[in-house]
């Protein structure tokens, strides 16, 4: 046990309920530091917590690279803002995209093919379609759920930056299980065993499909899309967006905008992020798989945004559309929209430090581990990995702090490599669950900022359906524990099973309300230029 015990919980739910409760994310995640600054010193514990927020930064290279990359992005947004490109996408695709159920659709897909990093896929995908869900009159608050809830979870299961990560933990949880070296599997084959177990992601896709292709909603997030489908406001009226390009920048002054304004830096994004990946994996003599699982997605990222900005730079000086001055102007001003992101960013780390000191993740684990009957442990660990990432905002610190403990207990009540590779997909799919449900998750903060959405807002109304989502997967692990039937089987009783509760609940929840379970799908619904 930890030494701080049940007080380690105290910061991580400090910050996230004061954060549901005020709408006020930075004051809430810097009260939670604070809280555990006075919990570890005992004390007034402010140096503590100023130390835990600078060390978010200067202790942590991803850290920085993230923050880099992010202002990056923004100095990328305000260029392609300025230069039109933006106006000229949402032109081009008002044209083609006339219904709310094909700005979804595209949005879905969008986000399905960005599968190489979770940070890029909520870039791309949220600023090509913020302008145009806002003509439609889509909430800021859907279109965060869309983006969100497709980065992540299709991350997990493709080759992208995060199975290098997902390998090293799961040959860590090898190593502390104590397994001769010869019954050690490979740790990609376990990681391909374990996907139709991370039943969290898996049916958190199908999730966004069905919400689309319904256009039903229910909780918070059916009073949203009322509310911008009927006034036309994308967000709530006393709302924070995480970024407004158009209220910190202004209209761009160009006329006859160009759809080379917007593609040109998006498509340079991407070959410069994934070249650089390649490169900064590769090695004389390497495979393919070697080379995507060594690389180094940091710095890819930096070099792809840095890339991104370059191109503007030529495009506008080419065009006759920006001076340099004006482009550097615009730059500074790109990383001003940013600022808010990178601030809740830096303190959701700082929550991070602080758990880490107190052993907030250790403690959680370990009463868990105190959970024995085998066929309870996959949801067992789903909902541990959960609760973790829920507290500490962070997927791959769950990941870290789970799997270790997780195949250990695996291996040491069944002797199964299969029980090994459900509990390693049910902290990857409690990780991701958790993550989509704290307001103190750098992918949910980044969601919120690329779709110009309120972080809390986005929190509230994805959090019914990760919790319904999270619910379908809990009771396939549950069934698989006890039948072992396999999960290629349950999976699609599970999409079933969401598409009934999809469509029951927005039932209910609109006959509570006094409403539609949707909004018009028409291509003649008012939109918010009308």
Sequence with gaps: MAEFGALSLVPPLLAIGLAIVTRKAVLSLFLGVWSGGIIFTGGLGLRQTFEWIAAAIGDSTFHAQIIIFTLLLGSAVAMIWRLGGSHAVRNWAIERLDTRRKVGGATWLLGLLLFFDDYANTAVVGSTMRDVSDHLRISREKLAYLVDSTAAPVATLAVSSWVAFQLSMIE???????????????????????????????????MVGIVVVSGRDYGEMLAAEHRAAGT?????EDARPMQDVAAELGDPSVDNPRLLAFFLPIGVLVV????????????????????????????????????MVVSTYIFGYITDRLTLGESVDTTIDGFGIMLTAVTILVLAWSIGNVVEALGTGEYVGGVAGEVLDPALLPVVVLFTAAFVAFSTGSSWGTMAIVTPIAVPVAWELTGDHTMVSALVGSVFSGAIFGDHASPISDTTVLSATFTGADLVDHV??????????????????????????????????GAVALVGLVYGLSALDARRRGVDPGVPNESDATTADD
């Design 172 to 206: 860590s949880g090898y190593e502390a299980a104590s397994i001769a070296a010869s019954e050690v599997p490979n740790a990609f084959a376990v990681f391909l065993e374990s996907i139709p177990y991370n039943t969290y992601a898996i049916l958190a896709i199908v």
């Design 232 to 236: 036309g406001r994308v967000t709530r």
């Design 272 to 307: 410069a992020t994934l070249g650089t990946a390649l490169w900064t994996g590769y090695e004389p003599g390497a495979s393919l798989y070697d080379t995507v699982i060594g690389a180094d997605y940091a710095v890819a990222l930096i070099f792809g945004s840095f890339a």
């Design 460 to 493: 509230r109304t994805q959090l019914y359906y990760a919790v319904t989502v999270a619910l379908v997967a809990a009771a396939l692990l549950v069934v698989w524990g006890y039948t072992r039937v396999t999960p290629l089987l349950l999976l699609p009783v």
